[in-house]
């Protein structure tokens, strides 16, 4: 197997969310809360739980209240282990 498929073929294994920015102070950085639903397991009622993810911004497009979408990467920092890949939509 060649190695240029074997990249493309991890590449896709990656992790991606869809969630909103709550911040973008940072440089080329931004935080990104990501929201599920997950049914309880004795009551069986759906509930809300968030995650907030820090993502890379190379270009610093996103601004506070777009929805975005984020791919996982390798570790670029602490905390910082994800990066944008396109604004799904503009804050009004």
């Known amino acids: 197997m060649s190695t240029e498929t074997t990249t493309t073929v991890d590449r896709n294994l990656r ?6 920015v709550t911040s973008d102070k940072m440089t080329k ?4 809360l990501v929201e599920r639903r997950v049914m309880h397991p004795k009551y069986g009622k759906f509930v ?8 890379h911004d190379e270009n610093r497009d996103a601004k506070v209240g777009d929805t975005v979408k984020i791919a ?3 570790p670029m920092s602490k905390l910082k282990c994800w990066r944008l890949v396109e604004i ?3 804050a009004k």
């Open 15 to 20: 992790k991606e969310r869809v969630g909103i």
């Open 29 to 32: 950085s931004i935080t990104v």
């Open 88 to 90: 799904v939509e503009r």
């Open 48 to 55: 809300k739980r968030s995650s907030k993810f820090m993502a």
């Open 72 to 74: 996982e990467i390798r």
